[in-house]
């Protein structure tokens, strides 16, 4: 059983877990779809979304501007059309203006107030200086893909995050919205995990690819969380 006297740091996945990321690809991948005469549900741009990315990250790096459009190549292949520039380069440029769920901001004030609070995410540096805008709270620390040249579900992100921070595995929680980015791997390296199932097209999934994995401990959202370990 989880208990927050154990922990003296909180580490977040952002994308899916702070912010609501999947209203933002449906709503930047949609219309493209559309334009091009491809007429699927939101589940299935989800699961589509989920294998493009893992693919696209799978390889040699590259930021992830250029996954992204990736993605988007990468959907006009399977479905027949050729994206133009623009709507390639559409979900790099629509990222910093998604937002948070709307649970997000009031969690991390209060948790903040007793815990440390960091990010690790599969970003550009730039990208999330945009995000960042959203969160009046204090991160210690933030640890980026474009960092480390490293996208989750890889290790060398978690450890160079464990490295930085500087404490022992048990000391750290790691809070994330996806199985396979988050809670298979830093459990891997013995950190304790919290999946954040968060509501979704494709239930218990999201946009990512679909594993088995069981977190420490499973809540909705982020207010459930600090509730949790806050009331300890």
């Avoid at 006297?5 to 977040?12: G, I």
């Avoid at 006009?76 to 709307?102: I, Q, T």
């Avoid at 945009?130 to 040249?149: D, G, K, L, S």
Wanted: glycine share 6%; hydrophobic share 40%; net charge negative.
């Amino acid at each position: 059983m989880l208990q927050s006297k154990d922990f003296e740091f909180l580490t977040f996945d952002c994308y899916g877990t702070l912010i609501d990321w999947e209203a933002g690809i449906v709503a930047t991948l949609m219309p493209i779809l559309r334009t091009h005469h491809v007429n699927i549900s939101d589940a299935e741009l989800l699961e589509l979304y989920g294998e493009f990315e893992a693919l696209s990250e799978s390889g040699p790096y590259q930021n992830y501007r250029a996954v992204l459009a990736s993605v988007v190549r990468q959907c006009g292949k399977r479905y027949g059309f050729e994206p133009s520039p623009d709507e390639s380069a559409a979900l790099g440029n629509a990222l910093p203006r998604w937002h948070p769920w709307p649970d997000t901001i009031d969690a991390l004030r209060k948790l903040e107030r007793q815990f440390s609070l960091a990010i690790i995410s599969n970003i550009d540096d730039d990208l999330f200086s945009e995000t960042r805008r959203n969160f009046p709270v204090h991160f210690a620390h933030v640890f980026t893909a474009q960092q480390v040249r490293c996208y989750k579900p890889g290790l060398e992100i978690f450890r160079s995050a464990l490295a930085t921070i500087g404490l022992s595995p048990d000391r750290v929680l790691h809070v994330g919205q996806s199985l396979y980015h988050d809670v298979r791997p830093a459990q891997s390296l013995g950190l304790s995990t919290v999946w954040v199932n968060r509501p979704s097209a494709r239930p218990n999934v999201g946009a990512v690819r679909k594993i088995d994995a069981l977190p420490d401990l499973e809540v909705r959202d982020l207010r459930t969380l600090s509730e949790f370990l806050l009331s300890y």
